[in-house]
């Protein structure tokens, strides 16, 4: 019947079957959508398909179970290697795994300080892992992390706009702060290591069967050495011995005049001394008119008068500072007493300074700065006779209402040394007290500067008093410098002298001059009071001036000994060709 229906429909066409035709394409059009049902029927059959396709892994399952029930063939090289694996994974994750050897672990320890969460075991090998790295400072890393907002209102910007919170928001922000965790480091380290090194360097010596080695072995060969790039000090060159004679014929002189007039005033009773204490020599007299004492007595201006002392060709020069007088009829007394010209860097005639020194300075340029414009200058050889000079840092060196000569005997007092004024000249020396320890005095190489003999003595005294024998001394700076213990070569150090604490001492050359200074003050001594001649100057025969810090040497018949002046006064008693003695104090050490 259907090919009638398209047969006809293409064999005669009609209006009217044009029409039915239209309306039979139309109705194709109809027919379209139940077209495209049927191919929507088509999509539960792919479903189908699809749950054929998921069903493929059911089949691969059993693939997975071929591979653990493989032949026997392909089992036996291959089923037992890949059985451990699963036991070495447990060990893994257990305890690092039974194959690592102990040294591993600990270099792994050493590279890891921070181990995972699965090593809590072993983190406390861990807390000194920064023992050796800088300091943790949690305040920097406070502020350098956290931050903190001011008083106003906190506003965010998101992409690039502000962002306003709404009455109900879906957003909350919490701010917390979790500081760093920082790795344990040790503190007393370094205190433990100070306290080992000192024992090491109190017992250092012990290890040389020869003995420490003094500072001067080196400088007193006279010889320039190829690899010691310091000072040479040449020899001591001794002192002629006196010529020992039955009878010494000895012409003393006394003149005393008036400076610059040169007008000769007559005196008795003239004293002048020096003791190791004192910068000036001290002066005394007795004269007999008033015209004398009018040319010596001070001005209405209070400026002093300068004279002349000559005995015996030995000269000083004097300020007149007072006198007095005594009238009772019919007689009539006048003294008159001075000092050498250095009293004028003290009081009341050298003005009162405070100072602080802005930059390093050392000692020598401390004390030659306080002469600057007065005239005088300094003598201080640190490299041959001593002391030695150390170094003030900026800040160190302060004084206030000193004077020039309280300053520099202040540094002098530092390293144990003395200030011991020129007797004609505007000059000072600073040189030290003891010029070697008593216990070197014995020695060929010792500095002796006056031979004594006995057959020279008029008179001969002494007192001796018992004292510790002192083989250590702590000395120490207080804002700066070093600390040291200065102990004597050879001994245990095990009766030390009080310690000494001084502004001053800055540096390693202060504390050792003034260690070995205090412990040449213990010991037994003997101060012994020796009265001989005063010979003329130039005279090679005889003794001579001796000064304070000067070693003598005193040939006794029961065996010669060394002694350190501390005190000289020259006595000339009545007029003119009077009789001149010279009074000395001797520290003898036993």
Same mark, same amino acid.
């Given at each position: 019947? =259907?090919?009638?229906?398209?047969?006809?429909?293409?064999?005669?066409?009609?209006?009217?079957?044009?029409?039915?035709?239209?309306?039979?394409?139309?109705?194709?059009?109809?027919?379209?959508?139940?077209?495209? =049902?049927?191919?929507?029927?088509?999509?539960?059959?792919?479903?189908?398909?699809?749950?054929?396709?998921?069903?493929?892994?059911?089949?691969?399952?059993?693939?997975?179970?071929?591979?653990?029930?493989?032949?026997?063939?392909?089992?036996?090289?291959?089923?037992?290697?890949?059985?451990?694996?699963?036991?070495?994974?447990?060990?893994?994750?257990?305890?690092?795994?039974?194959?690592?050897?102990?040294?591993?672990?600990?270099?792994?320890?050493?590279?890891?300080?921070?181990?995972?969460?699965?090593?809590?075991?072993?983190? #406390?090998?861990?807390?000194?892992?920064?023992?050796?790295?800088?300091?943790?400072? @949690?305040?920097?890393?406070?502020?350098?992390?956290?931050?903190?907002?001011?008083?106003?209102?906190?506003?965010?910007?998101?992409?690039?706009?502000?962002?306003?919170?709404?009455?109900?928001?879906?957003?909350?922000?919490?701010?917390?702060?979790?500081?760093?965790?920082?790795?344990?480091?040790?503190?007393?380290?370094?205190?433990?290591?100070?306290?080992?090194?000192?024992?090491?360097?109190?017992?250092?010596?012990?290890?040389?069967?020869?003995?420490?080695?003094?500072?001067?072995?080196?400088?007193?060969?006279?010889?320039?050495?190829?690899?010691?790039?310091?000072?040479?000090?040449?020899?001591?060159?001794?002192?002629?011995?006196?010529?020992?004679?039955?009878?010494?014929? +000895? #012409?003393?002189?006394?003149?005393? &005049?008036?400076?610059?007039?040169?007008?000769?005033?007559?005196?008795?009773?003239?004293?002048?001394?020096?003791?190791?204490?004192?910068?000036?020599?001290?002066?005394?007299?007795? +004269?007999?008119?008033?015209?004398?004492?009018?040319?010596?007595?001070?001005?209405?201006?209070?400026?002093?008068?300068?004279?002349?002392?000559?005995?015996?060709?030995?000269?000083?020069?004097?300020?007149?500072?007072?006198?007095?007088?005594?009238?009772?009829?019919?007689?009539?007394?006048?003294? +008159?007493?001075?000092? !050498?010209?250095?009293?004028?860097? #003290?009081?009341?005639?050298?003005?009162?300074? !405070?100072?602080?020194?802005?930059?390093? +300075?050392? #000692?020598?340029?401390?004390?030659?700065?306080?002469?600057?414009?007065?005239?005088?200058?300094?003598?201080?050889?640190?490299?041959?006779?001593?002391?030695?000079?150390?170094?003030?840092?900026?800040?160190?060196?302060?004084?206030?209402?000193?004077?020039?000569?309280?300053?520099?005997?202040?540094?002098?007092?530092?390293?144990?040394?003395? &200030?011991?004024?020129?007797?004609?000249?505007?000059?000072? $020396? &600073?040189?030290?007290?003891?010029?070697?320890?008593?216990?070197?005095?014995?020695?060929?190489?010792?500095?002796?500067?006056?031979?004594?003999?006995? @057959?020279?003595?008029?008179?001969?005294?002494? %007192?001796?008093?018992?004292?510790?024998?002192?083989?250590?001394?702590?000395?120490?700076?207080?804002?700066?410098?070093?600390?040291?213990?200065?102990?004597?070569?050879? !001994?245990?150090?095990?009766?030390?002298?009080?310690?000494?604490?001084?502004?001053?001492?800055?540096? %390693? %050359?202060?504390?050792?001059?003034?260690?070995?200074?205090?412990?040449?003050?213990?010991?037994?001594?003997?101060?012994?009071?020796?009265?001989?001649?005063?010979?003329?100057?130039?005279?090679?025969?005889?003794?001579?001036?001796?000064?304070?810090?000067?070693?003598?040497?005193?040939? %006794? $018949?029961?065996?010669?000994?060394?002694?350190?002046?501390? @005190?000289?006064?020259?006595?000339?008693?009545?007029?003119?060709?009077?009789?001149?003695?010279?009074?000395?104090?001797?520290?003898?050490?036993?």
């Amino acid at each position: 019947m =259907l090919c009638v229906k398209v047969s006809g429909g293409w064999s005669r066409a009609r209006v009217v079957d044009r029409q039915a035709d239209a309306m039979g394409w139309d109705a194709l059009v109809a027919l379209d959508p139940r077209a495209a =049902l049927r191919w929507q029927h088509g999509v539960p059959r792919q479903q189908q398909a699809a749950c054929g396709w998921n069903a493929v892994p059911a089949l691969d399952a059993p693939g997975l179970l071929a591979w653990g029930a493989a032949s026997q063939r392909s089992a036996e090289p291959w089923a037992q290697p890949w059985s451990k694996v699963p036991a070495c994974d447990q060990g893994m994750q257990a305890k690092w795994g039974q194959r690592l050897r102990a040294v591993d672990v600990r270099l792994r320890l050493i590279y890891n300080p921070m181990p995972a969460a699965r090593d809590a075991r072993v983190r #406390a090998r861990a807390r000194r892992s920064n023992e050796y790295g800088p300091r943790f400072d @949690a305040a920097a890393a406070v502020a350098a992390s956290l931050y903190v907002p001011g008083a106003g209102p906190l506003a965010f910007s998101f992409a690039g706009q502000r962002y306003t919170p709404p009455s109900s928001p879906l957003v909350f922000f919490d701010f917390r702060y979790e500081p760093v965790r920082a790795a344990i480091q040790p503190t007393d380290s370094a205190r433990l290591g100070l306290r080992w090194q000192n024992a090491r360097r109190l017992n250092r010596a012990s290890h040389l069967p020869w003995g420490r080695a003094r500072v001067l072995d080196g400088a007193l060969t006279d010889m320039p050495y190829v690899d010691y790039p310091g000072p040479v000090k040449p020899l001591p060159e001794p002192p002629p011995d006196p010529s020992i004679l039955d009878t010494y014929m +000895i #012409a003393n002189t006394v003149n005393l &005049v008036v400076l610059p007039s040169r007008t000769p005033i007559e005196a008795k009773n003239v004293r002048i001394g020096l003791d190791a204490d004192s910068f000036s020599w001290t002066f005394s007299a007795d +004269i007999f008119t008033k015209a004398a004492l009018d040319l010596v007595a001070p001005d209405e201006v209070g400026d002093n008068t300068e004279i002349e002392l000559d005995i015996n060709g030995w000269k000083w020069v004097v300020m007149v500072e007072g006198y007095s007088r005594q009238l009772k009829f019919p007689t009539e007394a006048y003294s +008159i007493k001075g000092a !050498t010209r250095t009293q004028l860097l #003290a009081g009341p005639y050298a003005p009162l300074r !405070t100072g602080l020194n802005a930059a390093p +300075i050392t #000692a020598l340029q401390a004390a030659t700065e306080q002469l600057l414009y007065t005239g005088f200058t300094l003598v201080w050889n640190a490299g041959t006779v001593g002391p030695a000079d150390w170094t003030f840092p900026a800040g160190a060196l302060s004084y206030q209402s000193q004077t020039a000569m309280q300053v520099i005997a202040r540094i002098a007092e530092t390293v144990g040394a003395v &200030v011991r004024p020129a007797r004609a000249a505007d000059e000072l $020396e &600073v040189r030290p007290r003891y010029p070697v320890p008593p216990w070197e005095w014995g020695q060929v190489d010792a500095p002796i500067d006056r031979i004594i003999p006995p @057959a020279m003595m008029t008179a001969l005294g002494g %007192e001796w008093t018992p004292g510790p024998a002192w083989n250590a001394c702590y000395v120490s700076g207080t804002s700066h410098g070093v600390s040291m213990l200065v102990r004597r070569a050879g !001994t245990a150090g095990d009766n030390p002298a009080p310690d000494v604490f001084d502004d001053w001492i800055t540096g %390693e %050359e202060a504390n050792r001059a003034r260690g070995v200074h205090e412990l040449s003050k213990g010991g037994n001594t003997e101060i012994v009071a020796v009265s001989i001649p005063l010979f003329p100057f130039g005279d090679d025969h005889g003794v001579g001036l001796v000064l304070p810090a000067q070693l003598c040497r005193v040939p %006794e $018949e029961t065996g010669p000994w060394v002694g350190l002046c501390l @005190a000289v006064e020259i006595t000339a008693a009545g007029t003119g060709a009077s009789r001149v003695d010279q009074q000395l104090k001797l520290e003898r050490h036993f």
